[in-house]
């Protein structure tokens, strides 16, 4: 079935430490995106990339870091530099002006 | 970044009433898209609407793009459990180059609870 994974469900992450969240998707989209869901708000873009090799800067960038290395696959790390990083992690792709389809999400918690 | 407003933030209802929600912004925006968010899973989406007066329907679902283009409506007939979860309007801003896909401007949701 096509569509977008994303892993782990859950992550938990210890002071200091950098974690990479996994986004893949086999719908052949061009665009992908990463955002943050907090209790009781909308969703904030973090990054996105409309083409391999190449990602922008969304509202919350500070703290996280992105590659697209493949059209398929476009992994988000959380570096020690972001403070608060607990939080649900969304990642969503489309394809020329079709709305966003999102993946299931990974919970991330601090240790 | 801007957030929508969107209202209301929680909504009660018993089971085969409608609901009716909202999202209001002070930019216009080119599309508008309803998504439903159920527990621990990614919003999926029910309706997009693309011009301005337009009214689409999913089913129950019936959403609306306002004509000033900075607003959107979602209404729901005959509620049935499934329904409960969070919905979520999203706003594109107006096309400025013709490809590529704009970022996505997110309502801050409302959650629907049925009660027995």
């Known amino acids: 079935d096509g569509g977008i994974t994303q892993s782990p469900k859950y992550l938990f992450r210890k002071e200091g430490q950098n974690v990479t969240l996994s986004c893949e998707q086999n719908l052949n989209h061009d665009a992908m995106y990463w955002y943050r869901q907090d209790p009781g708000q909308g969703l904030r873009l973090i990054y996105y990339?409309?083409?391999?090799?190449?990602?922008q800067k969304g509202d919350i960038a500070e703290g996280y870091s992105v590659s697209r290395e493949k059209k398929e696959s476009f992994p988000l790390t959380v570096t020690s530099a972001q403070k608060n990083p607990t939080a649900f992690y969304l990642c969503?792709?489309?394809?020329?002006?079709?709305?966003?389809?999102f993946g299931d999400g990974t919970r991330l918690s601090i240790l | 970044g801007q957030q929508l407003n969107q209202s209301p933030q929680s909504m009660f209802i018993q089971e085969g009433e409608d609901v009716s929600m909202n999202c209001t912004s002070s930019?216009?925006?080119?599309?508008w898209l309803w998504y439903k968010q159920d527990p621990g899973e990614g919003p999926v989406l029910l309706i997009a609407?693309?011009?301005?007066?337009e009214l689409t329907s999913n089913g129950r679902l019936t959403a609306q793009f306002g004509i000033t283009r900075k607003d959107s409506f979602l209404n729901i007939s005959a509620s049935i459990p499934s329904d409960v979860g969070i919905y979520f309007c999203?706003?594109?801003?107006?096309?400025?180059?013709?490809?590529?896909?704009?970022?996505?401007?997110f309502g801050t949701g409302t959650r629907l609870t049925i009660i027995p």
């Open positions: 999203a706003g594109q801003p107006r096309r400025i180059a013709n490809f590529g896909n704009e970022k996505l401007t």
């Open positions: 969503a792709s489309s394809v020329g002006r079709q709305p966003q389809h």
């Open positions: 930019s216009i925006f080119n599309t």
């Open positions: 609407l693309y011009k301005a007066g």
């Open positions: 990339s409309q083409i391999v090799n190449d990602f």
